[in-house]
C-alpha cells in the first residue's frame, strides 16, 4: 500500500521516499547550514580567517544542497509540483549563490572571506526555512 504524501496524493513507494528524502534533506541543509554560518561568526569574532575545516564544511554544505535539489527535480519530473512557483527560486538560489561568493571571494583576504561564507551560510538556512514552509 503506497504511504500518503504530504499534500494528500498516494504515491508509489519511490515516490514517497524521494518526498521524505527532499523533506530530511531541507531539514539537514538547514541545521548544518545555521551551524556553519554560526561557527564562522564566531571564529571571525575571534579574529580567525577562513580555515580548511570551515571551507570544507561549506564544501559539505553544498553538496547537501545539490543532493536537496536532485530529488528536488525526481519530484518536479514525477510530477509532484511545489503550489508555489517561489518554492523552486528558493532552491535556485540556494544552489547558485555560494559558488557565485566563491568566485568573487577566490582572490580576496581570507579574513574577509570568512565573514562572507558566514553571512551567506546563514542565509542559505534562511532560504531552506522560506523552501520548507513553500514547498507544499
Same mark, same amino acid.
Given at each position: 500500500?503506497?504511504?500518503?504524501? @504530504?499534500? #494528500?496524493?498516494?504515491? =508509489?513507494p519511490a %515516490?514517497? =521516499? /524521494? +518526498? ?5 534533506l531541507a531539514?539537514?541543509? !538547514?541545521? *548544518?547550514?545555521?551551524?556553519v554560518?554560526?561557527? &564562522?561568526?564566531? =571564529? *571571525?569574532l575571534r579574529g #580567525?580567517? %577562513?580555515?580548511g575545516? %570551515?571551507?570544507?564544511? /561549506?564544501?559539505?554544505?553544498q ?5 536537496q535539489?536532485?530529488?528536488g527535480?525526481?519530484l518536479?519530473?514525477?510530477g509532484?509540483?511545489? @503550489?508555489d @512557483?517561489?518554492?523552486?527560486?528558493? &532552491?535556485l538560489?540556494?544552489?547558485l549563490v !555560494?559558488p *557565485? +561568493? ?7 583576504? $581570507?579574513r $574577509?572571506a570568512? %565573514?562572507f561564507?558566514?553571512?551567506?551560510a546563514l *542565509?542559505?538556512?534562511? !532560504?531552506a +526555512? ?7
Open positions: 500500500m503506497a504511504a500518503a504524501s @504530504p499534500t #494528500g496524493r498516494k504515491g =508509489t %515516490l514517497s =521516499t /524521494i +518526498v521524505l528524502l527532499h523533506d530530511r531539514t539537514s541543509v !538547514l541545521l *548544518f547550514m545555521a551551524a554560518g554560526v561557527w &564562522g561568526l564566531w =571564529t *571571525f #580567525g580567517t %577562513l580555515s575545516s %570551515l571551507a570544507g564544511a /561549506i564544501t559539505i554544505g553538496v547537501l544542497i545539490l543532493a535539489s536532485v530529488a527535480a525526481a518536479y519530473v514525477a509532484r509540483r511545489s @503550489p @512557483p517561489v518554492h523552486y527560486l528558493y &532552491g538560489t540556494a544552489v !555560494l *557565485f +561568493v566563491w568566485t568573487y571571494l577566490r582572490t580576496r583576504d $581570507q $574577509q570568512l %565573514l561564507y558566514s553571512i551567506v *542565509f542559505i538556512a534562511g !532560504l +526555512v522560506r523552501g520548507m514552509t513553500t514547498g507544499g
